[in-house]
């Protein structure tokens, strides 16, 4: 017989009769005649009751049962007397797989986040964290799905670069020269290693998909990044997962429009698909998710200038902990106050000083700014980051020469601008924040599966 998932069978209106389901324990309770089991096997939040009678030829192995053992059940699908629960399952016969020791760290109590991190290889049978990588898997579709009814075109980047796009230079080496190969000064001859040359772990696929843009149209790549930034606050890992749209012929406002659409459709599609899994999180993650996700929804995303931001926070009496001048970089705290505490939803911040953003952005015509644009959102602060491409050859080239970046390394991206160059916009919007905001989880380590920190490479 053809295994059936749970959460199959529980959206069942009549019963098929006879099923099988495999799964794990997560609790058993005996009686003179019975064992009732709840059986979980990952595929939905609710468990299924099993009732284990002693006329099982191996009722005595069923008895040895402990939490976090495999069984497989088959029997009879019926209406649970039960409260809460529509179908149970009559065993009519039980395999047992495997039965786990005592010491199983799953016991029916409350782990800490902090605890569960440490056995991040069993903390998907939990409640929550089961809950959080269902969507995870779910967004991770939407988002395919999204960009395939838009008629984009995905693009696999290369993980392994010689460029570095945002210019942070925070970024791991890749290399094949072992330890002994090292220059007795300490300089690596990058001539020797596997590439010729140096190459990193990317930052993003920004620049693989700009080249794509001004050739297939609309494009989006969406895969993991790298960044070796040594920080250990519950914002940063040094792996993490990026969704990066590029359009061609589109400016600044359209990026908006793009990034609008694109969150909200997220948001619902999560609302819809995984309905009982969300509410878990708005009932005991955070108490005010619903009502942000229905902010999300229905609030048209507001857009101010960097300027005018920056006169706001200003103005705001707020003691923040990193004070507020133009020509600054914000901080999440800044990006918070804006989103929660002014607009409360959603807010675009446009038109950044150029000191303070990347070489490839579009120059404005006051000369001061370039046409980038961030989305803030409650609770988490940056979500979106993007901007309009510089598409002018002569502009891009004295950006590089402002910057010090030499123009041999990037003479493909130069290219682009000689040969057919158009406007263009794009933007990457972080996986595991985007996951953060909608579960309301403040960790982005638990947002992740086996999440990569400075010191930790566990798992």
């Given at each position: 017989m053809e295994r059936t998932k749970i959460k199959a069978l529980l959206e069942l209106g009549t019963s098929p009769g006879q099923v099988l389901v495999k799964g794990w324990v997560r609790t058993k309770r005996d009686s003179k005649d019975f064992s009732f089991l709840e059986i979980n096997d990952g595929s939905c939040l609710a468990n299924i009751q099993v009732i284990a009678g002693n006329d099982l030829?191996?009722?005595?192995?069923?008895?040895?049962?402990?939490?976090?053992?495999?069984?497989?059940?088959?029997?009879?699908?019926?209406?649970?007397?039960?409260?809460?629960?529509k179908w149970e399952i009559q065993a009519?016969?039980?395999?047992?797989?495997?039965?786990?020791?005592?010491?199983?760290?799953?016991?029916?109590?409350?782990?800490?986040?902090?605890?569960?991190?440490?056995?991040?290889?069993?903390?998907?049978?939990?409640?929550?964290?089961?809950?959080a990588f269902r969507i995870r898997s779910e967004m991770a579709y939407a988002i395919h799905?999204?960009?395939?009814?838009?008629?984009?075109?995905?693009?696999?980047?290369?993980?392994?670069?010689?460029?570095?796009?945002?210019?942070?230079?925070?970024?791991?080496?890749?290399?094949?020269?072992?330890?002994?190969?090292?220059?007795?000064?300490?300089?690596?001859?990058?001539?020797?290693?596997?590439?010729?040359?140096?190459?990193?772990l990317t930052v993003s696929g920004q620049l693989s998909a700009e080249m794509f843009a001004l050739s297939l149209g609309d494009v989006y790549t969406f895969g993991p990044t790298f960044r070796a930034?040594?920080?250990?606050?519950?914002?940063?890992?040094?792996?993490?997962?990026?969704l990066e749209p590029e359009m061609a012929f589109c400016d600044l406002a359209g990026n908006m429009d793009h990034g609008e659409e694109l969150v909200k459709t997220l948001v619902g599609h999560a609302m819809e698909h995984c309905e009982a899994d969300m509410n878990l999180f708005g009932k005991f993650v955070d108490k005010s998710l619903p009502a942000l996700l229905k902010t999300l929804m229905d609030e048209e995303f507001a857009r101010l200038p960097y300027t005018d931001a920056i006169e706001i926070l200003e103005k705001s009496g707020k003691k923040?902990?990193?004070?507020?001048?133009?020509?600054?970089?914000?901080?999440?705290?800044?990006?918070?106050?804006?989103?929660e505490e002014y607009f409360k939803k959603p807010v675009f911040l446009i038109n950044y000083p150029r000191e303070i953003k990347p070489f490839y952005m579009r120059m404005n015509d006051d000369e001061k700014t370039v046409a980038a644009m961030d989305l803030l959102v409650p609770r988490i602060g940056e979500l979106i980051g993007g901007s309009q491409r510089e598409e002018r050859?002569?502009?891009?080239?004295?950006?590089?020469?402002?910057?010090?970046?030499?123009?041999?390394?990037?003479?493909?991206?130069?290219?682009?601008?000689?040969?057919?160059?158009?406007?263009?916009?794009?933007?990457?919007?972080?996986?595991?924040?985007?996951?953060?905001?909608?579960?309301?989880?403040?960790?982005?380590?638990?947002?992740?599966?086996?999440?990569?920190?400075?010191?930790?490479i566990d798992f």
């Open positions: 030829a191996n009722y005595e192995d069923v008895q040895r049962l402990t939490t976090g053992s495999a069984v497989g059940i088959t029997g009879e699908l019926v209406e649970s007397p039960g409260k809460g629960q009519g016969s039980a395999e047992v797989i495997s039965i786990a020791p005592e010491d199983y760290p799953l016991q029916k109590k409350r782990h800490s986040d902090e605890f569960l991190r440490s056995i991040a290889h069993l903390r998907p049978r939990t409640n929550k964290y089961g809950a799905k999204f960009y395939r009814d838009k008629g984009f075109r995905y693009l696999t980047s290369p993980l392994i670069t010689g460029s570095d796009c945002e210019g942070a230079g925070e970024m791991f080496r890749v290399t094949s020269l072992s330890p002994a190969q090292v220059a007795e000064d300490g300089k690596m001859d990058f001539g020797k290693d596997f590439f010729g040359q140096e190459s990193n930034e040594n920080s250990n606050t519950s914002r940063h890992v040094a792996e993490f997962w990026m923040f902990e990193f004070p507020v001048a133009y020509g600054i970089d914000l901080q999440s705290e800044h990006e918070r106050f804006l989103a050859l002569d502009r891009l080239e004295a950006r590089m020469d402002e910057m010090n970046l030499p123009k041999d390394d990037y003479w493909w991206y130069l290219d682009s601008r000689r040969y057919g160059t158009a406007p263009h916009s794009g933007f990457g919007l972080g996986f595991e924040r985007f996951l953060m905001m909608i579960t309301g989880i403040t960790n982005i380590r638990d947002v992740i599966p086996f999440p990569r920190t400075p010191g930790s």
